[in-house]
């Protein structure tokens, strides 16, 4: 059971990247999806979540507007699409697969166990 993430890389402030976030062994259809980053002397942050229908999204207040979430459950995939990157969002961002509900992400992010590799996002100034 692992997730893996990819899409991350180098960006100019104001640019886009998306990401992904795809399950290998197991399928996404009911789980909750939280993405969250870490990045380096910083405590970890919830970034954005989507419920297992898709019928609801959250954002960290940070991303509001930037960021945004969905699923494609043919491709059992999760994205991140962002747009307006700031050198602020440099970290490394994961996903996670949760029971529950995207309310109070922002609190239980930093109990959840990290499967994945993460992916890197750089933002240059």
């Known amino acids: 059971v692992q997730l893996v993430e990819s899409g991350g890389g180098l960006v100019q402030a104001g640019g886009s990247l998306r990401l992904s976030c795809a399950a290998s062994g197991f399928t996404l259809d009911p789980y909750t999806i939280v993405w969250f980053r870490q990045a380096p002397g910083k405590e970890r942050e919830g970034v954005s979540c989507i419920n297992s229908s898709g019928g609801t999204t959250s954002y960290a207040d940070f991303v509001k507007g930037r960021f945004t979430i969905s699923r494609d459950y043919g491709k059992n995939t999760v994205y991140l699409q962002m747009n307006s990157l700031k050198p602020e969002d440099m970290a490394v961002y994961y996903c996670?697969?949760?029971?529950?509900?995207?309310?109070?992400?922002?609190?239980?992010?930093?109990?959840?166990?990290?499967r994945g590799q993460g992916t890197l996002i750089t933002v240059s100034s």
């Open positions: 996670a697969a949760v029971r529950g509900v995207c309310l109070g992400f922002n609190d239980y992010v930093k109990y959840l166990e990290v």
